[in-house]
């Protein structure tokens, strides 16, 4: 599966709201994380902190970018893949 996001903060750095499909999910350092087809958030990065917000109401913590895969660090304890929608309205 592909978990390489499209940047969407290269096009738009004031994006307020986007949808994105779910492309993965796991936990980092004991959080959960999720990877989107799309991401408005910028990653920590360079002293640059991270963009944080919600995703479907759920805060976003921390934002990494890994290996092109940008990871959305979760606020609230996640659960299996199919406890998350397939498609996430994003907003912050």
């Known amino acids: 599966m592909n978990n390489l996001a499209t940047r969407l903060y290269w096009?738009?750095?004031y994006l307020r709201n986007f949808e994105a499909a779910v492309s993965d999910l796991t936990t980092v350092n004991g959080q959960p994380a999720v990877a989107l087809?799309?991401?408005a958030f910028y990653p920590t990065g360079g002293g640059?902190?991270?963009d944080t917000g919600l995703l479907n109401g759920v805060a976003v913590?921390?934002?990494i970018a890994d290996d092109g895969v940008v990871w959305h660090l979760l606020e609230t304890p996640g659960g299996?893949?199919?406890a998350w929608a397939d498609h996430l309205a994003a907003a912050f």
């Open 80 to 82: 299996r893949r199919g």
């Open 11 to 13: 096009h738009d750095a």
């Open 37 to 39: 087809s799309a991401s």
């Open 61 to 63: 913590t921390d934002v």
């Open 48 to 50: 640059q902190p991270c």
